[in-house]
């Protein structure tokens, strides 16, 4: 069921609910008050017939006229009286009564002995119901001389309900029709951004990602789902790019080893050679080989990690050693290129984390503080402590990296120019692999570096907790 029908029942139900409520209470309340009014009337004008027959010293009556001359408040038009001898059978009756024969019920009767007032209803066939009240009247206090009944007939009452009622009846579903419409309106107005989305969602899900929710709305409900929903694609348009670079990147490094092992194979396939050159193509082609296993290694080792499938184990670990062990393979890295190794300031330091993943991180940093050098350059390691964080920093004197891309050599495959000039070999990924393994150890990595200067990659990574 759509959304603005459902809206504007539950809104139609809530109002119908409260719109019957209301009425049936006022209806209630109104009838009510009207039936007091009538008994506080009969009780009112029983008191005055009693006080006014009392007070005439219980002559004889004679019969109405006389009665009423004397006493003209009796002759109310709305009401009519009777006067019973204590037997129940009529004295005196007002003359708007003769309508009807209305006898003394027994119990009016009854409670009339005891000396109280009663107030009944009764009803003819035909006729609206009569509301009556008998009052005795007493001689000091015992004697029951006379019991007056004065009685109203309840049309006006009837008739004034009858028309509240009819009235209620048309008014609350007008009223509840208005409302409904009303209700249908202004869903239909709220709703109205909500398919202008949808329509802009589904032509953004027929695969155009670059679109985007063009709707100048307020910082409202809407507009928030539209910015959210904005930002979201944004969010979705860039990590496909990625994805997609990715992909692309990857095949391409694949490939070139592949097309050097094709062409050198074909080449050697080509005529009989002596069994040098098939060694030498081979051993040419091992290299490729090597080359793919690595590249494909490491994007193994990197989708693993995106995933949340690689274990970091969480072991103290003393950094000083590792970076002592570092600098040893480090210094016959660079024996062949007369690079110079050095340690600088060295502290004691423990970290807890993954040794392995750790060595993996500064060897990949030294290696190509080592391979971006120029020959007789120098590489220094420090390793120092600063608060609770432990800094570990590798510093050359090589090509170093222009500001542009300094934050772009994290992004996997992404190589610098002048990188690729200074030497064909790496695929851009040992960077990506760093910055992962500093995030999982709750560290960072940072570079500082001038172009043709030298560069300074810098691990801060979070001091082990002391033994207590
Ligand atoms: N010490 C450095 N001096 C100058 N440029 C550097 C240095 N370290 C990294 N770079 C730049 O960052 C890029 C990315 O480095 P990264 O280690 O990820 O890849 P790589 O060394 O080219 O290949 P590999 O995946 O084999 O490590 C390098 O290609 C180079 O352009
Ligand atoms: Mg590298």
């Known amino acids: 069921m759509p959304l603005r029908v459902r ?9 119908a609910t409260v719109l019957i409520t209301f009425s049936v209470v006022l209806y209630v309340i109104t009838a009510r008050n009207l039936r007091d009014d009538v008994d506080e009337s009969l009780k009112e004008t029983a008191a005055t017939a ?15 006229e006389d009665l009423l001359s004397q006493f003209p408040e009796l002759a109310r038009i709305d009401k009519f009286f009777q006067i019973f001898s204590p037997s129940g059978t009529i004295t005196i009756r007002s003359p708007n009564i003769k309508r009807y024969e209305v006898p003394l019920s027994q119990k009016a009767l009854e409670t009339a002995f005891l000396g109280q007032s009663l107030l009944e209803t009764t009803k003819y066939p035909n006729e609206p119901q009569l509301r009556l009240i008998s009052a005795p009247i007493t001689y000091r206090g015992n004697f029951l001389y006379y019991i007056v009944q004065v009685g109203t ?81 944004g969010r979705l348009e860039a990590s496909f790019r990625q994805i ?86 480090a210094t016959v890295l660079g024996q062949d290129r007369t690079i110079e190794v050095v340690l600088g300031t060295i502290v004691p330091a423990r970290v807890q984390g993954d ?63 002048e990188a690729r000039t200074h030497t064909k070999k790496g695929t851009g990924l040992g960077l990506a692999i760093c910055s992962w393994i500093a995030e999982t150890h709750k560290g960072c990595i940072s570079v500082q570096s001038e172009l043709g200067q030298g560069s300074t990659f810098t691990v801060t990574l979070p001091l082990a907790p002391r033994p207590a």
């Open 153 to 233: 007939s309840m049309e006006s009452i009837e008739d004034t309900l009858r028309h509240f009622f009819i009235l209620l009846t048309v008014a609350v579903p007008i009223a509840l029709a208005v409302s409904l419409a009303a209700g249908w309106f202004l869903a239909g107005r709220a709703l109205r951004p909500v398919d202008a989305i949808t329509l802009a969602a589904q032509r953004i899900a027929g695969g155009d990602l670059s679109q985007r929710l063009a709707m100048q709305t307020a910082p409202d409900e809407i507009g928030r789902l539209v910015e959210t929903f904005n930002n979201m694609i």
């Open 355 to 417: 040794e392995l993943r750790l060595r993996e991180l500064l060897l990949n940093l030294v290696e190509n503080a080592v391979k971006y050098s120029n020959p007789k350059g120098k590489v220094t390691i420090n390793l120092i402590t600063e608060g609770q964080q432990a800094i570990i920093s590798v510093t050359d004197q090589g090509i170093g990296i222009a500001p542009d891309n300094q934050h772009k050599i994290f992004n996997r495959f992404f190589r610098t120019v």
């Open 244 to 329: 997609r670079q990715f992909t692309s990147d990857a095949s391409h490094e694949l490939r070139t080893p592949l097309t050097v092992m094709k062409g050198e194979t074909e080449l050697v396939l080509r005529r009989a050679r002596p069994l040098e050159d098939y060694h030498t193509v081979l051993e040419s082609n091992l290299e490729e080989i090597d080359r793919m296993a690595r590249i494909v290694d490491e994007l193994l080792f990197l989708s693993r990690a995106d995933m949340g499938a690689v274990k970091i184990e969480l072991l103290p670990v003393s950094l000083e050693a590792l970076v002592e062990d570092i600098h040893r393979q």
């Open 7 to 15: 809206l504007t029942l539950w809104y139609g139900s809530a109002l």
């Open 50 to 64: 009693v006080r006014s027959l009392e007070e005439r010293g219980f002559l004889p009556l004679l019969d109405e």
